[in-house]
T-cell receptor, first 111, second 112 residues
Framework: GQQLNQSPQSMFIQEGEDVSMNCTSS?????WLWYKQDPGEGPVLLIA?????ELTSNGRLTAQFGITRKDSFLNISASIPSDVGIYFC???????????FGGGTRLMVKP | EPEVTQTPSHQVTQMGQEVILRCVPI?????FYWYRQILGQKVEFLVS????????KSEIFDDQFSVERPDGSNFTLKIRSTKLEDSAMYFC??????????FGPGTRLTVT
């Protein structure tokens, strides 16, 4: 099946720092999605990307859909303590189709 | 803001018992999904459901699993005879067809 490699697995940063994480795949995806998951809760959709090369922002979050359609990155600027959580990338081929998730990046922010 | 809801939040069951996990997707959504997440691992797709039938399922979704949309609002996942390895968080998700899947808070299933 399709695999998404997400890196880094974890990050421990100082409040105020910028963060970058990425996902790569051997397969092409038509849509990339980024989710945040807090402990014991469901994934919350942060950003959806639909076109190769697309750059989309949501507040302090910026994500890009790679030109090759096989990768995506997520940047968080000026991190704050509530950014703590696990960030997952997910790829989808068509509406109504399954999401393939990356392994997640655990973000820890030191005040 | 509309959201996906799931009940119960936590279900404890004995091995071999049947469980039904319930979901109420967002009301105008057309595609419905079940995913699971074993503790500390990534989210895994189980099954997708559209137009009152399964559209796709994974290898995990074997004969012990079934899904149903018994009325206009509920979407259920049944595990006929639970095994220890079925212990996980189970998430329901839904979308309009916009490619954006919205997840519920999950049901933690513990099989003893």
């Amino acid at each position: 099946g399709q695999q998404l490699n997400q890196s880094p697995q974890s990050m421990f940063i100082q409040e105020g720092e910028d963060v970058s994480m990425n996902c790569t795949s051997s397969s092409i995806f038509n849509t990339w999605l980024w989710y945040k998951q807090d402990p014991g809760e469901g994934p919350v959709l942060l950003i959806a990307l639909y076109k190769a090369g697309e750059l989309t922002s949501n507040g302090r979050l910026t994500a890009q859909f790679g030109i090759t359609r096989k990768d995506s990155f997520l940047n968080i600027s000026a991190s704050i303590p509530s950014d703590v959580g696990i960030y997952f990338c997910a790829g989808q081929n068509n509406a109504g189709n399954m999401l393939t998730f990356g392994g997640g990046t655990r973000l820890m922010v030191k005040p | 803001e509309p959201e996906v809801t799931q009940t119960p939040s936590h279900q404890v069951t004995q091995m071999g018992q049947e469980v039904i996990l319930r979901c109420v997707p967002i009301s105008n959504h057309l595609y419905f999904y079940w995913y699971r997440q074993i503790l500390g691992q990534k989210v895994e797709f189980l099954v997708s459901f559209y137009n009152n039938e399964i559209s796709e399922k994974s290898e995990i979704f074997d004969d012990q699993f079934s899904v149903e949309r018994p009325d206009g609002s509920n979407f259920t996942l049944k595990i006929r005879s639970t095994k220890l390895e079925d212990s996980a968080m189970y998430f329901c998700a839904s979308e309009t067809g916009s490619y954006e899947q919205y997840f519920g808070p999950g049901t933690r299933l513990t099989v003893t």
